[in-house]
């Protein structure tokens, strides 16, 4: 039998041991978190899927880098190598660097949004939507209908409709939309990428109405690594060529280098224009820390220039898609359901569908995601009636199109053994939970981001969860 997951192509130097845990240990830690995945310690996790941000595994390479950290308050040179890097792997003029991704959004949505902007993405991201309400903006979802469908296996899902965006500028009109934002690869789509062919067609649309187009760059590498399989003409390029072109289609990106970087923190955010650039730099100063470091130590500015270089090698960036892909596969062998195709960084189980009995308000993706860590120790996030909240007009739980829970994989981090024991897991507990007829009420509903700190209780005392 031919391998089905590709070798990793590093070895292990350093490692660290995880927690074991028996079954009655999960069912009281459990408790002691509300039945809230995100209310667990870290420590009472066995295989932690919760995110890939800021959760890689650094290389020799990115930690010797550390050593020679240069920790000066003004021109440290070690921002100096990090420029270089974002210049020859990304290609824009002006980076400013920032705590992480958020930093960088809040600079770019007070230098470019006004009360009564209007901002067009293909699907939202959390803290993306809201520095741009914060400064008054409003989003708009421009993707294309494809997304929404767990099912359509269309190549690039997260494609702009140009049609929506036309409609857009021509209703609102340009004057009142001061860019669009476009995320590669969509992060709340599960890593769905993004065609270069749709995305020279959205810059040049923008461009012909003096809109500007910003990149959010967090997982660009992985969608170069989906253009070179997918897209007609570009499978001989290589990802770091595919990457710069990306780029070379917008005018700015603001980056979370806890995601494609392979760091633990840190980010920044990158412009062509030297006003913009000459603005952004005033901003840092006063949200995050001087031009220079914007809010990380020289250190992590290293590792990151490393984590660039890395990133892009073809080995690092195929094997890390191949095992989530290697994920997706032994789960979708199984029957369970899947948002298809599977995306570069997570596998998306649809738990509406996974678990049909369970009423909607009784959330069913935090109950399969309860039943995943009372079984195995393994944690997933949940991506449903939970996370959506309440409409603040009706006050009734929203019903989001997806109920999903979300297996993101760090990079470097786990091996295939770690990847087949998640399958195990997810399969035996899709075999018993099947016929699941009741979930998870509220013991405690916080008003705003009610995921992170809600607790519950099993809707009825015979429940297996
Ligand atoms: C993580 C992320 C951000 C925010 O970055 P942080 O480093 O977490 O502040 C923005 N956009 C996308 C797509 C992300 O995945």
């Known amino acids: 039998m031919s391998p089905r997951h590709p070798a990793e192509p590093w070895r292990i130097k350093m490692v660290e041991p995880l927690p074991t845990t028996s079954r009655p240990h999960r069912r009281q830690a459990l408790e002691k978190a509300g039945y809230n995945i995100s209310l667990l310690r870290s420590e009472d996790v066995y295989i932690d899927l919760y995110t890939d941000s800021g959760t890689n595994a650094m290389s020799d390479h990115q930690w010797a880098a550390m050593m020679i950290g240069d920790e000066s308050y003004a021109g440290a040179r070690s921002f100096y190598r990090l420029e270089a890097a974002v210049h020859e792997y990304y290609g824009y003029e002006h980076v400013i660097p920032t705590h992480q991704g958020r930093g960088a959004e809040n600079i770019l949505s007070r230098m470019l949004i006004r009360p009564g902007h209007h901002i067009p993405g293909n699907m939202y991201f959390t803290t993306t939507r809201a520095h741009q309400e914060l400064n008054g903006g409003t989003f708009h979802d421009v993707i294309i209908d494809e997304a929404h469908d767990p099912a359509c296996e269309h190549p690039f899902k997260g494609d ?168 997706g596969r032994r789960l979708a062998e199984a029957g369970l359901p899947l948002v298809r195709p599977v995306g570069g960084h997570a596998v998306c189980i649809d738990a509406g569908a996974a678990l049909p009995q369970v009423p909607r308000d009784q959330f069913p993706a935090q109950t399969l995601a309860a039943a995943l860590y009372l079984d195995s120790g393994v944690r997933a996030a949940e991506r449903g009636v939970v996370s959506a909240g309440r409409d603040p007009a009706t006050g009734h739980n929203r019903h989001p199109q997806l109920e999903l829970i979300r297996l993101t994989v760090p990079r470097r981090v786990y091996t295939q053994s770690h990847m087949d024991l998640v399958a195990d897991s997810a399969v035996r507990v899709h075999e018993q939970h099947a016929h699941l007829h009741s979930g998870l009420v509220f013991l405690h509903e916080p008003e705003t981001l009610r995921f992170f700190q809600a607790r519950f209780a099993p809707a009825t005392s015979d429940s297996p969860i």
């Open 160 to 327: 702009v409709d140009l049609a929506k965006l036309e409609r857009l500028i021509h209703d609102l009109g340009p004057d009142r939309i001061p860019y669009v934002c476009v995320a590669a690869t969509v992060n709340m789509a599960g890593g769905q990428p993004i065609s270069l062919a749709n995305l020279a067609e959205v810059h040049e649309l923008a461009r012909r109405h003096g809109i500007l187009v910003i990149l959010d760059a967090a997982r660009a590498v992985e969608n170069a690594w989906f253009i070179k399989q997918r897209e007609p003409g570009w499978g001989e390029h290589s990802v770091a060529a595919i990457l710069r072109e990306i780029c070379a289609r917008t005018d700015g990106a603001a980056m979370s280098a806890k995601k494609d970087s392979l760091a633990n923190i840190g980010g920044w955010l990158a412009v062509r224009d030297p006003d913009l650039a000459e603005s952004a730099r005033e901003l840092v100063v006063l949200y995050e820390g001087l031009h220079t470091y914007g809010g990380m130590t020289g250190r992590d500015m290293e590792a990151i220039a490393v984590g660039i270089a890395e990133s892009v090698r073809e080995e690092n960036v195929s094997a890390r898609i191949d095992q989530v892909a290697y994920l």
